[in-house]
């Protein structure tokens, strides 16, 4: 990392400002569509650094909006998250989380701290062409936040062109900037099915349907089928974490309830899961005499890269941390991501930022603040190159 570079030399020296902030929303963190403090703590800070703030959409969002004086120009967006994890932290930092079973385990508190600092450069040097949209989001861990802005009206109250987002990895190498090429993230649909049977005594069981050995038939015949179905360069994984059924060791239930969740970086490849997973429950619902019924309650499409932000993304992170730190067709992770709605609207792109120690999610996990200063630097340097493209383009 070039820390000599005009950029990221300011936003070294601001460390001490930045530090304040992470050590500030880490010690408060805060659960999906419950942070009201951070918000708050985030629109103070974008109105002590006199950018436009625009709070409560999707109920605890926060949008920051900054016009540069270079004349007009294309509207450019970068989110940040603002949620935590509800898991108890054993980091042992200084600035540890002061609220029992709650904690930045995943970085979205470095994340904030990362777009506020670039926010603060470009307040502070204001000769860009455009605007820049500083979008906070909440409730990312519940894959539900980035809907409950678009449902009121994000883009309609602030116009994008095109929108970006950064993510720490541990494991990419300290400093390295990993650009997907196209999926950056997997689908995630968490899937409920549903088995009704004629329950009966287990000594007699041509008496009434057996719902629990059809959902092993059902699961089997599946994961086989899957392996016969899907090219096996694609990525798709079926998996379900949980059974619920029956009470006494010899009675049949008359219900069986099995959640589980399905991954892909391909539209195409998610919707032969589903069809795979649907002709399964019918074959074994033929076959055992029971019924099925499937529910999605919860799902988030594939986090898709459009090329040209990919480019874009390229050509700021070659010249901000030299071509041998960039990671180009980076490798996708099975992770999901609700920024992938964002993504449906307008074009933009989703990066890795590598850092080292433990993974995301782990209870010792710690956001690095020494890569804060590229972070921030490559989200100001997009936005101002971005924002300064023809609109023709």
């Not at 967006?77 to 054993?90: G, I, S």
């Not at 009434?208 to 990525?235: E, M, P, V, Y």
């Not at 992170?317 to 920024?339: K, Y």
Request: charged share 15%.
């Amino acid at each position: 990392m070039d820390t000599t570079h005009p950029i990221q030399a300011w936003l070294t020296e601001q460390r001490p400002q930045w530090e304040t902030w992470l050590h500030t929303i880490h010690q408060r963190p805060e659960t999906g569509f419950e942070e009201n403090h951070t918000a708050q703590f985030v629109a103070a800070c974008l109105h002590e650094l006199k950018i436009e703030c625009i709070t409560g959409i999707g109920k605890t969002g926060v949008v920051g909006i900054l016009t540069g004086t270079a004349g007009a120009g294309r509207r450019i967006a970068f989110r940040a998250e603002l949620d935590a994890l509800p898991m108890q932290e054993c980091s042992g930092v200084h600035y540890h989380s002061r609220i029992a079973g709650k904690f930045h385990g995943c970085g979205h508190d470095g994340h904030t701290t990362t777009l506020l600092a670039a926010a603060a450069y470009l307040a502070a040097h204001r000769d860009f062409a455009g605007t820049a949209i500083f979008i906070f989001q909440p409730a990312e861990e519940l894959l539900s936040g980035a809907q409950a802005m678009l449902a009121e009206g994000l883009f309609e109250r602030c116009p994008c062109d095109e929108i970006y987002a950064l993510h720490n990895l541990p494991g990419l190498g300290k400093g390295k900037v990993g650009i997907p090429a196209a999926g950056a993230l997997a689908s995630a649909d968490h899937v409920e099915v549903l088995i009704k049977a004629k329950g009966t005594h287990g000594s007699a069981p041509h008496t009434g349907q057996d719902a629990i050995l059809a959902s092993a038939h059902f699961l089997t015949s599946l994961q086989q089928s899957l392996t016969r179905i899907l090219d096996s360069r694609d990525s798709g994984v079926i998996s379900f974490g949980s059974i619920h059924a029956g009470q006494a060791n010899n009675i049949l239930p008359e219900e069986l309830l099995m959640t589980g969740t399905i991954r892909t970086h391909s539209e195409t490849v998610r919707a032969r899961l589903h069809a795979q997973l649907q002709q399964a429950a019918d074959s074994t619902a033929l076959l055992y005499g029971v019924s099925f019924a499937i529910h999605y309650p919860h799902q988030a499409p594939v986090t898709l890269n459009h090329p040209q932000a990919v480019e874009a993304v390229q050509a700021v992170a070659t010249r901000l941390a030299g071509a041998e730190q960039v990671i180009m067709n980076a490798r996708p992770l099975m992770a999901s991501e609700d920024f992938s709605y964002f993504l449906q609207q307008i074009p933009g792109a989703y990066f890795f930022m590598g850092q080292d120690g433990p993974y995301c999610h782990h209870p010792q996990f710690i956001f690095d603040t020494d890569i804060i200063p590229l972070g921030a630097s490559l989200i100001a340097e997009l936005i101002r190159q971005q924002a300064a493209r023809p609109t023709t383009q």
